[in-house]
């Protein structure tokens, strides 16, 4: 089988570790490297291809592995790490980004898909696998959280397990973002995010997909999937803190009623604390095999109503700003009858982002579609609202075949 290259153009300053350039903006011959092609394993590797290029291409099918990746398998983190240190702003447009945080998205899909298939086949995890899924992903909500949100939003769910690590660990460094956590810390939000659940690939698929109730064994069964994470990423030498206290703690509960440990208000660590509501959030908001999923909008609804029972009220406020009223990504029915996507946030008025127009008042797909700023719009004499958001496949609107098509 001859060996695929799948190329990805990218800036340089936006380069890291574990990354494999298989091509530069200028021809080898011109550079001290004595071959065609360099992985970036350390500092040092980033700082010579940054010193001599703007821009490269990465080949997203190659593995590169790192001798250390301090992120995860370090132990002393700071006390002062979820303190508002950080204030981030999006700098690139949402058109501009979009790109590349599909490419991020179908990196860690690659990376997920690996990962799931070394532990199935009785592999250890990799760190590095690890690493290379969450870092572009984290390099991506930086620079836009909008774009991120966007292209997340709309991607198709093929599989459950997968799609729902993905989107975890995406809403997690979204969330640490918002919160004005350092990079690292994002970083660790996001693994946490994307391994929470690694210990279901112990369990009886059957179990997982069962559309009824479970019997008491059965939901014991499930529930080991907490110790079963916690020993596979232990056995793979990931000794962060902070990924291990999401494993451990994402589903205990703010008034007591969660699992393993019945943990209860601040005794809950503030990584599971922002990890149980981004499960919930993202499991309400993603087709399962035994019911479809609801309106983003509607999620967050149903989450605020369990405030100060199963989650701490601070919290869920942190989250629902962070989000939006209608989130970036959310399908939504219009006022006029039209259907649109919301693809960035008003951050004065939540209640009016920007959206693109996706079809007509009787839901037939435009031809072209129309961007409307519904700030800008409410100062007309007929301004257009949102009349309520829209799970996916309502009205047959396919926003993921209309707007990435």
Known sequence: MAFEIEEQRIDVNDLRLGMYVCRLDRPWEDTSYPLQGVGLTSPE?????????????????????????????????????????????????????????????????????????????????????????????????LRSADAFFLVEGLRRHDNY????????????????????????????????GLLMD???????????????????????????????????????????????????????????????????????????????????????????????????HHALRQIYAARNTLFQAEMIERFQVCLGVYPTGSIVELSSGEVAVVIAQNQVRRLRPKIVVLTLPNKQPLKEFRQIDLMASSAKNEPIDILRGLAVGDYGVDAAELFLK
Not at 58 to 79: E, K
């Open 198 to 296: 690694v210990g279901k690939t112990r369990l009886p698929e059957s179990l997982l997909r069962y559309p009824g109730s479970l019997a008491p064994a059965e939901v014991d069964v499930v529930r080991s999937h907490v110790a079963a994470g916690l020993e596979i990423v232990s056995e793979s030498g990931i000794t962060n803190q902070d990924v291990l206290d999401i494993l451990r703690t994402h589903h205990e509960r703010h008034d007591g009623s969660g699992y393993p440990d019945g943990l209860a208000g601040n005794v809950i660590p503030i990584t599971g604390r922002m990890l149980g509501i981004i499960d919930t959030y993202d499991a309400m908001v993603s087709p399962r095999p035994y019911r479809p999923a609801i309106s983003r």
């Open 45 to 141: 590797d980033l700082a010579g291809i940054r010193a001599i290029c703007q821009y490269v291409y990465i080949d997203l099918r190659r593995q590169v592995v790192i001798a250390s990746p301090a992120a995860l398998t370090r132990t002393n983190l700071s006390g002062t790490r979820f303190k508002n240190t950080v204030h981030y702003s999006d700098k690139i447009p949402v058109e501009e980004e979009a790109p590349r945080a599909h490419a991020a998205l179908d990196n860690a899909s690659q990376m997920v898909d690996r990962i799931y298939d070394d532990i199935a086949s009785g592999r250890e995890l990799s760190v590095e696998r690890v690493e290379q899924a969450v870092r572009p992903l984290v390099a991506s909500v």
């Open 161 to 192: 397990s997968y799609s729902h690590s993905i989107g975890c660990s995406a809403l997690a460094a979204v969330f640490g973002r918002h919160m004005g956590f350092a990079e690292e810390t994002i970083l660790s939000l996001a693994a946490g």
